[in-house]
């Protein structure tokens, strides 16, 4: 693919037996006001309907590729690293293959790239829906001033979530994508993160970009997470367990910095979308 023709973004879905979900993930991709992007579905050997279901979205849209893996990887690591190796965009998009966006989410981070070059990574706030209770998601909308993701502080937690992340093509490369490894299972994009921050700048737009659905039999409820973050400890400097506040202190850091996040993600990125203004941006 030329130059000329390549798309600015390529949006890589990891897929596996998501057929209840996948056509919505894909509409909310292709419902994009930005429009120079591919979808490249990764499919780790799904035993279901969603090949069938990709494949009707690619008679209809020639935006969108499916690519099938050989075997099950059982890594999320795996198809997104796949789709890495197949994307012609300039910027990567992630989105899993149970998440979706809203229609501005693409504009509003290729807007921040394109303006800022020194940053290789943005990212902006999903809502975690689970089930039904779609509301729920408003309790956790974080203080954006907390969310200035330099490498120190990501030693200490993680700051981005993954379907709602945009990064640099080249970079993404440069420091070899997805580590692999088992024991990162579940943590392997919040192990990216870290790896990026040490050499490149990371920015946060504090705007509601898109839905991040949580089920008690998703990747992340099913593994556990306190083995991983020991396993990050022990082996990639990391301070999660450490640095980890009190139920207290995390009251009063939540409750304080309430407002702000409300401000913020609901009144101030909101005006800046109906005004056309560059979205606000934080930074470390």
Same mark, same amino acid.
């Not at 990891?14 to 930005?34: C, K, R, V, W, Y």
């Not at 109906?274 to 470390?284: C, E, S």
């Given at each position: ?8 973004? !390529? ?11 996948? %056509? /919505?993930?894909? #509409? ?10 591919? $979808?490249? $579905?990764? #499919? #780790? ?15 209809? *849209? !020639? +935006? ?7 075997? &099950?990887?059982?890594?999320?690591? $795996?198809?997104?690293? +796949?789709?890495?190796?197949?994307? !012609? %965009? ?7 293959? *149970? *998440? ?6 693409? /504009?509003?981070?290729? +807007?921040?790239?394109? !303006? ?14 689970? =089930?039904? @209770? ?25 700051l981005v979530q993954c379907s709602a992340a945009m990064g640099r093509t080249e970079v993404?490369?440069?420091?070899? =994508?997805? *580590?692999e490894r088992p024991e990162l299972r579940s943590v392997e994009d919040y192990h990216l ?5 040490? /050499?490149? %700048? ?7 970009? %898109? ?12 593994? &556990? ?11 990639? +400097? ?10 207290? @202190? ?9 407002p702000i996040a409300v401000y913020f993600h609901l009144i101030d990125g909101r005006i ?8 606000? $941006?934080?930074?470390?």
């Amino acid at each position: 693919m030329s130059p000329s023709t390549a798309p600015k973004v !390529s949006i890589i879905i990891p897929a596996f037996n998501m057929e209840q979900h996948i %056509g /919505e993930t894909l #509409d909310s991709a292709l419902a994009q006001t930005f429009t120079s992007f591919e $979808v490249i $579905v990764v #499919d #780790d050997c799904s035993t279901d309907s969603t090949p069938a279901i990709v494949s009707d979205y690619i008679a209809r *849209d !020639s +935006r969108v590729r499916y690519v099938r893996l050989n075997e &099950n990887s059982n890594r999320p690591a $795996v198809p997104r690293n +796949r789709g890495i190796i197949e994307a !012609s %965009g300039q910027y990567i998009a992630f989105l899993d293959h *149970d *998440d979706t966006w809203e229609e501005y989410k693409l /504009e509003r981070q290729v +807007r921040v790239l394109d !303006s800022r070059p020194n940053i290789a990574l943005v990212h902006s706030h999903l809502l975690v829906v689970e =089930g039904s @209770k779609r509301s729920r998601g408003f309790l956790y909308l974080p203080n954006p001033f907390r969310l200035r993701a330099s490498y120190e502080v990501l030693r200490r937690r993680n700051l981005v979530q993954c379907s709602a992340a945009m990064g640099r093509t080249e970079v993404f490369r440069e420091i070899g =994508g997805f *580590d692999e490894r088992p024991e990162l299972r579940s943590v392997e994009d919040y192990h990216l993160w870290l790896r990026l921050s040490k /050499e490149h %700048g990371i920015a946060y737009i504090p705007e509601i970009h %898109g839905r991040y659905r949580f089920a008690p039999t998703s990747t992340s409820s099913l593994e &556990n997470m306190q083995e991983r973050q020991k396993y990050l400890d022990s082996h990639e +400097r990391t301070l999660l367990a450490a640095s980890r506040p009190s139920l207290p @202190k995390r009251l009063f850091l939540k409750l304080g910095g309430y407002p702000i996040a409300v401000y913020f993600h609901l009144i101030d990125g909101r005006i800046r979308r109906i005004l056309g203004l560059p979205p606000k $941006v934080f930074r470390p």
